[in-house]
């Protein structure tokens, strides 16, 4: 039995609701108080937006080197990582996509704080899953795609979408074309599924200020940013701390 928004008990036909939210244990805004998907705050440092990271879980560096608060700044093409999304797409828009999808666990939770920004900074996109007009039928087949996932030197197969706790009516949405690709073309459709969903959906957009900070549930949210400029090479700056998740 499914456990995905829009799914209907087999039994009787009814709607089997989304989950109830889990409250964070911190006192911050909820942007969308039945949603639940994002929060945000202002943390007046970097410390203190690590001190928030902690209060949500482990803290965790993105790699072997890293900093667990690090920076994240527009780059062009040939200046990034050659696998990273600045690699993939340098100052053009960030498709929307799950961080460290090339992650068994990816993060839970992904923390966002404005460093650095000018008024006309580019924007961040955030998407709930659980806004996405899907069927049934399109849930279903987010599960049951079966996506290979490349993270340096290892691979391994993975859905769309993964219950987490069948038993809470809980799952994660892993997306990120910069590391995954269909196990067969036959699952290439469920990539497009949930590209279109997230097309037509209304998210919101993040306009950055010096120290305001967005916690992303990392296991229901997408996110993507806008387009760069000049002005973003110059002015923009965020900090990012990824929270290992509980759980399977
Ligand atoms: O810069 C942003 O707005 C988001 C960047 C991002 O999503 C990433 O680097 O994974
Ligand atoms: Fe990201």
């Known amino acids: 039995m499914l456990y995905l928004p829009g799914i209907r008990n087999s039994t009787d036909g009814t709607e089997i609701p989304p989950p109830k939210n889990a409250t964070l244990p911190l006192t911050l805004a909820p942007n969308h108080a039945e949603q639940g998907a994002w929060w945000t705050t202002m943390t007046r440092s970097r410390g203190e937006m690590e001190r928030l990271a902690q209060s ?24 990034a990582k050659p696998r990273s999304l600045s690699g993939l797409h340098g100052l053009d828009a960030f498709p929307f996509h799950s961080d460290c999808a090339h992650w068994k666990k990816p993060a839970r939770y992904v923390l966002l704080r404005c460093a650095r920004a000018s008024s006309g900074c580019s924007g961040t996109q955030l998407l709930d899953s659980r806004a996405l007009p899907l069927t049934p039928t399109d849930w279903t087949a987010l599960e049951h795609a079966v996506w290979v996932v490349r993270g340096g030197s290892t691979a391994f197969l993975a859905p769309i979408v993964e219950r987490t706790y069948p038993d809470a009516h809980d799952f994660r949405v892993r997306f990120d074309r910069g590391c995954m690709k269909p196990a067969h073309p036959t699952f290439a459709s469920a990539g497009v599924i949930l590209e279109r969903a997230a097309h037509t959906a209304v998210g919101i957009t993040v306009t950055w200020e010096p120290g305001l900070t967005v916690v992303i549930d990392n296991w229901r949210c997408l996110h993507g940013r806008d387009a760069a400029s000049d002005l973003d090479l110059q002015d923009r700056e965020l900090e990012r701390v990824l929270v290992s998740g509980e759980g399977p």
Request: avoid cysteine; hydrophobic fraction near 20%.
């Open 56 to 79: 949500l879980g482990t803290p965790i560096p993105p790699g072997p080197g890293y900093p667990i608060v690090h920076s994240l700044t527009p780059k062009y093409r040939s200046e």
